[in-house]
């Protein structure tokens, strides 16, 4: 019978026959546990003292360790495709074994279990392969030996070699201790924590890089004939205008989490402000930052964790701090931060808010003490409100600021949205004039991109594109040869400007009508009632 024994870095089958271990000393496993009817005798009167099944001299019981089969035929109970044993001396020293070898295993592990026995002199791995079989990795330097059932045979197994235990009756090990082998995982096992088994469990880590892995193969995938889109997604390259916010965010977020020997975690910042108007890019800098970061994204707006429920809202912040940690490395983008963050009164009988904000500051301060890698970008423009302690250092004390664009950011974000729009621009479009224009009329980001939206509307109205839909008559011909022209950029920024003037408008009737309530309602004269007092006249 042959067996089949991998080499994890040659891939060589390395088949071994009996005659290998004729000279070697096989002595039995040593089981480590106490019998279970131990009694202890006065021999000079023949009186029974203790009668116990476990004994302890001279302090507290020593938990008696299952043998090592058992302990690991309670974990392979419990193994799914994506685990592994991990059986070693210490846990630091097996770990350094099983990183030697880590090359051959070629599956993402998502639990270890490990198994410590200090009789071991190296250590070893079990798993399951794809194949739904198990396998065992040799991870020692010296080489173990694998018996064959019913078969005096029995094959060597190098360092970085793995074989299947399908017909393997017993293993071996460096010392001459052995361990047998279940035909499968026993299943009258009451509790896995009998079996002193650590498990390590990192599901909730690598679902980001998964996701990420498994989209890049799915975007491969063209079947003959047919062309996959795939989505681009935002990057720093799509926001314009804004290089000397990009510049701060990459070092103080970015370059800590793609290189953390630099930058290491525990006592670093974790909170940033964005500060700036409306529409400056604020949201889409958060979105392309974790993007870049290749980081699991939350965007949500303070107010969303409201509850009118006592307590419920601190709640939903650390529930929303624990998916951060459970899917990190990851972003935290909180959009009208002032909404959830405002200056507390200072009283205990205050705001219920001021419990909001007391939550933050406990939960910002254990994240800036621990090694997770959660960031926390902000995002108001009225940081003036913000409770002095959010803004300290170490929580929020770093703020960026996101202003209107340049004459030469105008240039940049007019370019990349005019690139974006599946109607081209015409050749005669005089882009930098255009900027000029835009920057004069003191637009953000969100205005750019409306305007070229906009512009393309007009291109429609112009080619009785509209009038073809109504009538049901439009074909996707009559807009493959249309272009945006510069009469249509000019069109939509003059409505625009009409827009912008309306609402300046709406805004300074605003400010001088007189407030509604008793500040302005009220003026008192002198008038009698019946019962001799001033009464207020309207």
Known sequence: MNIAIHNLQTKHFTPYTDNVISNKKITKHEQNYAPNNLNLVDTHYQKLLVKSSNVSFGGALVPILPPLEKRISAALHGLTAEDLI???????????????????????????????????????????????????????????????????????????????????????????????????????????????????????????????????????????????????????????????????????ILYPMQYPAAYPMQGSPRGIILTGGPGTGKTLMAEALANEADAHIIKLNGLEMESKWVGETEANWRALFEEAKDNQPSILFIDEFDAVARMRDGSSTGRYDNKVVNQLLTLMSDLEKSNDKVFVVTATNKIGLLDDAIKRSGRFGDFIAVAKPTLEGCKKILGIHSSKSHIKVSPDFNQEAFAKKLFGSSVNGADISKLVFDAKQEAFERAHIFEKMEKGIFKDKDIQSLLIETSDFEKALEKFKAQQALTDGDMGRNLSKKRIGFDNAVEYEPAENLSGAKVARQ
Request: proline letters at 2%; glycine letters at 4%.
């Open 86 to 252: 991990l059986v070693g001396k210490s846990l630091s020293s097996a770990k350094k074994s099983l990183l030697e070898s880590i090359e051959g295993i070629n599956k993402v592990i998502k639990r270890i279990f490990f198994i410590e026995d200090p009789s071991l002199s190296g250590s070893f791995a079990i798993h399951e392969n794809p194949n739904r079989l198990y396998e065992i990795i040799n991870l020692d330097k010296l080489p173990i030996l694998l018996k064959v059932r019913e078969s005096s045979q029995a094959y060597v197994l190098k360092k970085s070699q793995s074989a299947y235990l399908t017909h393997i009756d017993s293993v071996i090990l460096a010392n001459n201790s052995m361990f047998k082998v279940f035909k499968e995982a026993e299943k009258n096992i009451d509790d896995i924590k009998k079996a002193q088994l650590r498990l390590f469990d990192f599901s909730n880590y690598d679902k980001k890089a998964i996701s990420n892995l498994n989209s890049k193969h799915l975007s491969l995938v063209a079947e003959k004939g047919i062309k996959e889109e795939v989505v681009k997604k935002i990057t720093f390259a799509d926001v314009g205008g804004q290089d000397e916010a990009i510049g701060q965010l990459k070092k103080r």
